[in-house]
C-alpha cells in the first residue's frame, strides 16, 4: 500500500510534500471552469498531474474538490425541480465526473512510473462554499453528504480521504464520522481566519483535537494567506503529524484569478523562491506536510521540493 510510505515518512520526521493548485492551474492554462473541465480537456489535467509529479510531490491530489452531487443541484430549488427542468443525467453527473478524475490522476501516476511509490488522496470540499461557514447544513444533511463523496472515491481506488477547508466544526465532525465506515487513512485540513482561528470564529485548537479524537491521521490548514496560516500554525502543531497550503492571488467570484498580485500578502510577489523560503518557516515551527493551495503552480512545489531536498 503507497500510503505507508507516507506514513513512514511521517513516523520518522520526515517532510511529506502535497501539490499545488489544480483548479486554479485549469485556468491558467486556459481552460474554461465547466465540469471541471474534466470533459473538455482531459489531456490538460492530466498534464497538470503529471506536472505535480515531476516537482517531486510525495502525494497526488484528485481533481476532485467542489466536485459533488450538491453543486449541481444547488442550481435548483431542489431535486425535484432539477429533474422537471435539468439537464438529463444531472444526478448522477458529479460521480461520472469524480470517476474521471481519479481515472485521469491514475493515468498520471502509470505514465510517471510513480503509481506504486505515491498515494493517491481523494479531495472532497465542504457542503457548501469554502469562504461561507455560515451556509453549512444541518449535520445529519453533511453526514449524507460527505457519506456518499467518501463511498464515490473509494469505489474509485483512492489510498486516503483528504477532507479539505473545513470551515466549522459541526460538518468536520460529520465529515469524519462519514468516513470511519471506510478502511481508508483520513486527512483533515481547515480554513483559518485572520485571527488564526476556524474561519466560523470557532476554535482551531478545538477543531484540531477534536479532528484528531476522531480519526484525522494529520491535520492541516489551508486555503489562506501565507500571514493567515503562519497565524494558525500554533494551533494545529501538537507533535502529531501536521501541515500547511497557502493561497496566492485574489479570489473574483465566481473564479479565481490565478495572476499573482504584489498586494496580496503587503510584499513583492510570491515567486515559487519566496513560496518555498515561506514554506521553510513552516517546517521550522514543527509542520511536516506541505504543499499550496489555490494559485499555487508546479514551479512552486518544485522551488519547494528544492529546498526540502
Not at 491521521?217 to 489562506?224: C, D, G, K, N, P
Amino acid at each position: 500500500m503507497t500510503y505507508n510510505i507516507i506514513k513512514e515518512k511521517l513516523s520518522t520526521g520526515k517532510p511529506v510534500m502535497l501539490d499545488g493548485g489544480i483548479g486554479t492551474e485549469v485556468l491558467r492554462r486556459g481552460v474554461r471552469w465547466r465540469q471541471h473541465g474534466i470533459k473538455d480537456a482531459p489531456g490538460v489535467i492530466r498534464d497538470i498531474h503529471l506536472d505535480y509529479l515531476k516537482a517531486g510531490v510525495d502525494v497526488l491530489t484528485t481533481h476532485t474538490f467542489n466536485l459533488t452531487k450538491r453543486n449541481f443541484i444547488n442550481f435548483f430549488r431542489d431535486t425535484d425541480h432539477m429533474a422537471l427542468i435539468g439537464a438529463a443525467g444531472l444526478n448522477t453527473k458529479a460521480m461520472e465526473l469524480c470517476h474521471a478524475a481519479v481515472y485521469l490522476a491514475k493515468e498520471a501516476l502509470a505514465e510517471s512510473g510513480k503509481a506504486e511509490k505515491v498515494p493517491l488522496a481523494g479531495s472532497i470540499a465542504p457542503v457548501m462554499h469554502l469562504f461561507r461557514p455560515d451556509l453549512s447544513p444541518s449535520e445529519d444533511d453533511c453526514l449524507t453528504h460527505h457519506r456518499e463523496c467518501v463511498e464515490i472515491l473509494s469505489d474509485c481506488g483512492v489510498d486516503l480521504i483528504f477532507f479539505e477547508g473545513m470551515n466549522n466544526t459541526r460538518e468536520a465532525k460529520a465529515a469524519l464520522q462519514a468516513a470511519a465506515g471506510f478502511d481508508l487513512p483520513v486527512w483533515m485540513s481547515f480554513v483559518p481566519g485572520i485571527d488564526g482561528n476556524l474561519l466560523s470564529g470557532e476554535s482551531l485548537l478545538d477543531a484540531a483535537d477534536l479532528a484528531r479524537s476522531q480519526g484525522a491521521e494529520a491535520v492541516l490548514v489551508s486555503a489562506a494567506s501565507l500571514p493567515m496560516i503562519m497565524k494558525s500554525l500554533p494551533n494545529i502543531i501538537n507533535g502529531s503529524p501536521c501541515g500547511a497550503k497557502a493561497i496566492i492571488g485574489r479570489y473574483s467570484p465566481p473564479s479565481w484569478k490565478p495572476d499573482f498580485y504584489p498586494n496580496f500578502v503587503d510584499t513583492d510577489e510570491v515567486s515559487p523562491e519566496k513560496y518555498a523560503q515561506e514554506v521553510n518557516i513552516w517546517l521550522d515551527q514543527g509542520v511536516q506536510i506541505v504543499g499550496g493551495s489555490s494559485g499555487t503552480t508546479p514551479e512552486h512545489i518544485r522551488a519547494m521540493r528544492g529546498m526540502i531536498g
